[in-house]
DNA sequence: TAAAAATACTCCATAGGTATTTTAT
DNA sequence: ATAAAATACCTATGGAGTATTTTTA
């Protein structure tokens, strides 16, 4: 009996032309894919795929079943779609991913909020860098991501949350406590401490301080911004700090934050997901439950 | 994940409006069929059925996916006729049903043939009446069925492969053994032995003497053409033979066949398969086969 | 209360994983 | 020789069966 597993699986040989791509574009081990293969042919009695030395090819008849296939394969998402928009938001099964410059300061206000709200909800995190979120969220392997914004992909919507103001963060000694609002022309004699490349934040800073990799003085990269607090405190450079994170990462007495002066840079925490998903109502909602965690700090 | 399993459990329930019936229809157990339905409605994220004391009823949503349900179903159906139709006839599965008059006669013969020319065939059979097959070949469960023409349902196509003819058989005793040919009105004075109620050969030969069932000076029937022959061998009665028995049911002395004068009364034997099954080059295959047979006795 | 669906459990088929072999260039 | 698919084998998931309980008109 035919399966949409096999057609799934087929679909993918289509596109890759490759059993062991297709194979790790649906998540499973080559052998499991060709086994499927087969069995659809046997199934269907007809030769789909020329198994040649590098990479293969489809039959006349394969690319028929691949077109079919296709319509079927979309009636059904088109299904799960209805589904979707049928049922309130935020519940089943959420695929979520979140940067890691978001993830340590909102998630565990977040996730108490969202429980209590819509005990349906099923969430399943995902953290990682923005580039591979993306990816990830295009691929249909995520739902919806929370990310800085802009992201621009033509197959993606996003939407605004809220601002998320960034703040000079320095060593606590006396010749800097006097500044109760900084420029960013104070900051150019400074060392400016970053996370490693690959960090949309990393990028964000040296955008608002006006300044190119190849200006940096040092080409240190830190994996987490707790590492680069430690080294504020410690007196190695400044960085800048966004709010979200204040409370987490700037308890050490060691640690001075100095908000900027009007107009106070920022970065935009907002959503985005697969215009085709169907997921706009739980980004709103979501949305919803992010700006509330923000209003009460 | 969603599987065409679930949404073919899911017309089955919208078809029935009752899961036991539902299950029946899709030869599983209520509890699997129920475990499934309920299986998609969780993955859904949508009640689909609501559950009452006699007879169910499908939510509003549950009507929307029985439909997208049913589109996809019949799309995969369309896909697999595809498929059916590109491949050589007479490979893979045949799920054939074959009445009982003539199962016994032509299969010893039929399926050495078969294996010869089309080894790819992998043949299940299945015998009985012509009411049970015809209702399994609209329900889908057997793919093509030899039986006696006419038969006569919106939904088939059949195809006429050969006359069969029908003998008297007789007591060999000397009394009739003179006659070289025999008309119905030989007959009218003879005690006729027939099948069973339900048997179509019993209608048939019912027929060809222009007798009702109620003129019949005996109820018997039997469940068998070989207990008929052996009651006629004793002396019990006649029957109307058909041609294609003879060589198996005929073997005994004490049995005399004598034929019709012309137009000799047959019976049409044919073939029947659905017409939106893409079976006709299979039919046509098997007919080849069939007609073969009979032209070499 | 009785009919029908849900639940509990057990079993088995099958999908998938790892390791290896075969195949085609 | 090597890349890629097929095969062998094992494991685990899940679909289905039987027996039973729960539900609701």
């Known amino acids: ?26 998540h499973v081990t080559q052998p499991a894919l060709s086994m499927q293969i087969q069995e659809l042919e046997q199934d269907l009695g007809l030769q789909l795929v020329e198994r040649r030395r590098n990479s293969i090819a489809l039959t006349a008849d394969g690319e028929e079943v691949v077109r079919r296939a296709s319509s079927i394969l979309a009636s059904v998402s088109d299904l799960q779609d209805y589904a979707r928009r049928k049922r309130p938001a935020l519940t089943g099964l959420l695929r979520l991913g979140i940067i890691p410059s978001i993830a340590p300061y909102l998630l565990p206000k977040a996730l108490p909020e ?15 860098q923005t580039k591979s979120l993306v990816d990830e969220l295009v691929r249909g392997d995520l739902d919806l991501i929370v990310i800085a914004l802009p992201v621009d992909h033509p197959e993606l919507e996003t939407l605004r949350v809220f601002e998320d ?16 609002r900084m420029s960013v022309a104070d ?10 490349e690959g960090h949309c934040l990393r990028d964000q800073v040296l955008s608002v301080c006006a300044r190119s990799a190849s200006t940096l003085d040092t080409t240190f990269g830190a994996s987490s911004l707790s590492t680069v607090m430690h080294l504020v405190a410690n007196g ?19 640690i001075h934050l100095v908000p900027f002066c009007d107009p106070e840079p ?32």
Chains 1, 2 share one sequence.
């Open 1 to 26: 009996m035919i399966t949409l597993r096999q057609l799934r699986y087929l679909a993918a040989v289509s596109e890759t032309r490759h059993f062991g791509q297709a194979a790790t574009l649906c």
């Open 187 to 196: 900051l150019s004699s400074q060392r400016l401490l970053l996370l490693e």
């Open 114 to 128: 969202l429980h209590k709200h819509f005990p349906e909800l099923e969430l399943r995190l995902r953290e990682t």
């Open 266 to 297: 920022t970065r935009t925490i907002g959503l985005a997901w697969r215009k085709s998903s169907a997921r706009r109502a739980d980004a709103e909602a979501l949305s919803q439950i992010l700006s509330g965690i923000r209003a009460t700090p």
């Open 236 to 254: 190695y450079g400044i960085t800048l700090l966004p709010e979200m994170a204040a409370e987490t990462e700037a308890n050490d007495a060691r």
């Open 165 to 180: 103001r960034f703040f000079v963060a320095q060593q606590a000694c006396s010749a800097t406590r006097a500044k109760k």
